[in-house]
């Protein structure tokens, strides 16, 4: 049962337009939601994050933005550009000291020169 | 300020061996989750440690499988008489505790497990 769903497997962008990553989640006591980028034979790096009490959080070029009605979330990145290229994930936590977190599947994003 | 470390990076074992990995958290990190991620998909939880304590092992299969964090030296994920099925890359995440709750999870570069 997945409860973090990323639905777009790969996407591909022009350089200098926006790249927008979207994310999909069903258990309702996640929280607190965070992107990760992760470059091949790398770990993730930390992106950026949103508690469920906000609907916007901006960082640099990277916004997310969360429908909890919706139960979706999405990373905007503008402008794209190709060292943005990677996989991206999306993540989740519950309410408590452990924070594990659940992760999607990712979706690959490809910007093209 | 070095980042999280694992070692090694990547681990070739043949059936029926076992394989240790290592993970040395952030400086002024206390917490240690693990993670493993099989092939076309994302990072699933397996275990979160303090120093001398397992805090949540809810992830781990329940044979085979162990992890340690010592009052000293690295965090240890041991994975006993390994399988095919266990090939995949083990991620290593540590973090601080703000407030009672954990804080950003800082991944290291991953050990890749090949068993053949």
């Known amino acids: 049962d997945q409860q973090v769903k990323q639905n777009s497997p790969s996407l591909s962008v022009q350089e200098g337009r926006i790249s927008i990553l979207n994310c999909d989640y069903t258990n309702s006591m996640f929280d607190y939601f965070l992107w990760y980028k992760k470059y091949p034979a790398e770990g993730p790096t930390f992106l950026i994050s949103?508690?469920?009490?906000?609907d916007k959080n901006e960082d640099g070029r990277f916004t997310v933005f969360l429908n909890k009605s919706a139960k979706h979330l999405s990373l905007h990145i503008v402008p794209s550009q190709p060292g943005d290229s990677a996989v991206y994930f999306c993540a989740a936590s519950v309410p408590g000291s452990a924070r594990q977190l659940t992760f999607g599947s990712g979706t690959q994003l490809t910007v093209l020169p | 300020n070095a980042g999280v470390m694992q070692n090694p990076r990547h681990l070739v074992r043949r059936r029926g061996q076992e394989a240790r990995l290592r993970c040395s958290p952030m400086?002024?990190?206390?917490?240690v989750y693990w993670y493993r991620q099989l092939p076309e998909e994302g990072l699933k939880f397996m275990v979160y440690?303090?120093?001398?304590?397992?805090?949540?092992e809810s992830g781990m299969p329940k044979e085979r499988f162990s992890a340690e964090f010592p009052k000293e030296g690295p965090s240890i994920l041991r994975i006993q008489q390994v399988v095919r099925g266990d090939s995949a890359a083990y991620f290593c995440?540590?973090?601080?505790?703000?407030?009672?709750?954990?804080?950003?999870?800082?991944f290291g570069p991953g050990t890749r497990l090949t068993v053949l």
């Open positions: 995440a540590s973090s601080t505790v703000v407030a009672g709750v954990t804080d950003t999870q800082y």
């Open positions: 949103i508690s469920s009490i906000k």
């Open positions: 400086k002024g990190h206390s917490h």
């Open positions: 440690l303090q120093k001398e304590n397992i805090i949540d």
